[in-house]
Structure formats: C-alpha cells, structure tokens
T-cell receptor
Framework: KQEVTQIPAALSVPEGENLVLNCSFTDSAIYNLQWFRQDPGKGLTSLLLIQSSQREQTSGRLNASLDKSSGRSTLYIAASQPGDSATYLCAVGYGNKLVFGAGTILRVKS | DTAVSQTPKYLVTQMGNDKSIKCEQNLGHDTMYWYKQDSKKFLKIMFSYNNKELIINETVPNRFSPKSPDKAHLNLHINSLELGDSAVYFC???????????????FGPGTRLLVL
C-alpha cells in the first residue's frame, strides 16, 4: 500500500529559526515528489517539484531533498518568517496520481 | 486572472439532495482533477480527466459523477448526498499528459460542503 507520512504533525518555532519538515513514503517506485503549502481556507500552492531522477530542488529560502532508496524527503526552510505559517503537504507521484501526507502545521512566532 | 476557480465556495445542504460543484481553469492545461480533503486533512484523488476523457476513477461511489464539457471545465455532480460526503473538495489542473506524473498541479480554493 502506498502511504505517505509527515513528521512532525505540528511545529512551532520563533522567527528566524531554520527548520526541517520530514516526509516518508512506503513505496519507492515514485515518479516525483512535490511539496505544497496550504493556507487556512485556501487551496494548495506548489512550492517545489522533485523528479525521481533528482536529489534536490531549491527555491529562495526553501530546499527540498529526495532520497528514493530510503523513502524520504525533507523540506528545509531557512530563516523562517511569520508569513511561512501554514500547513505543508508532501505529495508523492505514483504513476498518474499523487498520494498526499496529512501535512505538518507550521507556526512561526514573531 | 484566477488560474483555477471553483463555485460555490461554501455549500450547505440536506441529506438526500443532489448538488453540483463547478471548476474552471484558464491555464490551457489538458488535465483536470477532483480531490476530497476529509476532516483529518488527508487529500485523496477522486477523478482525473485528460482532454475530456476520464483517466482516474478512484473507488468513488457512483453517486459522484464528474462531467467535462470541454478541457477547461470539470464539474462534479453528487446525487443523494450523505453525511459522510461533508468535506472540502478541491479541483486542480496540470499540463500533464496521459502518462506518469511529471508536471506540477495547480489547485483551486476549494468548496466546503456540509451535509446536514
């Protein structure tokens, strides 16, 4: 069964801290992995997309890594800001569909 | 210039009613999706269409019927609504073709459905 797990479920940090969100998946036969951000009452915004042949992707203060063999991905957020507060979702691409984790709720305190 | 839009944003209805949710994308994408996000916040794929053709149908009760009049629209009709249908329904689109996923997906704002 293809399952995606995100740890921690919730995280609260002071502004300025660097932080890491974790995602693990049970089936390593993936095509890609995406990280999304979801703000309360809103849709999802794609942050980073890593193809299965890639090891990492970077966008601004965000860096996502992928280790297919161990079934893990991490999202690193540098110098966190209150505006980063949201739910972060990891989604793994299997065939022609995405399987989502339950998300990590991040709160950055000013 | 909304990329993926859904209507209505909120929907409150009684059990047994029939309702529809509409989705439109102006990104020129070929593939559209419907997802359900339940109370535990898990997002699960329900359907996907590529150029008006059904590609994915994930063990969804046949009370749910998607309809794609053209590749820019994917509507979701739900018959005989049940309490368990209460959830947030998200529409998404991508440039993705019929093959394995390579492209990112763009999501609408969601429709919050409450069945009483």
């Amino acid at each position: 069964k293809q399952e995606v797990t995100q740890i921690p479920a919730a995280l609260s940090v002071p502004e300025g801290e660097n932080l890491v969100l974790n995602c693990s998946f049970t089936d390593s036969a993936i095509y890609n992995l995406q990280w999304f951000r979801q703000d309360p009452g809103k849709g999802l915004t794609s942050l980073l997309l890593i193809q299965s042949s890639q090891r990492e992707q970077t966008s601004g203060r965000l860096n996502a890594s992928l280790d297919k063999s161990s079934g893990r991905s991490t999202l690193y957020i540098a110098a966190s800001q209150p505006g980063d507060s949201a739910t972060y979702l990891c989604a793994v691409g299997y065939g022609n569909k995405l399987v989502f984790g339950a998300g990590t709720i991040l709160r950055v305190k000013s | 210039d909304t990329a993926v839009s859904q209507t209505p944003k909120y929907l409150v209805t009684q059990m047994g009613n029939d309702k529809s949710i509409k989705c439109e994308q102006n990104l020129g994408h070929d593939t559209m999706y419907w997802y359900k996000q339940d109370s535990k916040k898990f997002l699960k794929i329900m359907f996907s269409y590529n150029n008006k053709e059904l590609i994915i149908n994930e063990t969804v009760p046949n009370r749910f019927s998607p309809k794609s009049p053209d590749k820019a629209h994917l509507n979701l009709h739900i018959n005989s609504l049940e309490l368990g249908d209460s959830a947030v329904y998200f529409c998404a689109s991508s440039q993705q073709g019929r093959g394995p996923l390579r492209e990112t997906q763009y999501f609408g704002p969601g429709t919050r459905l409450l069945v009483l």
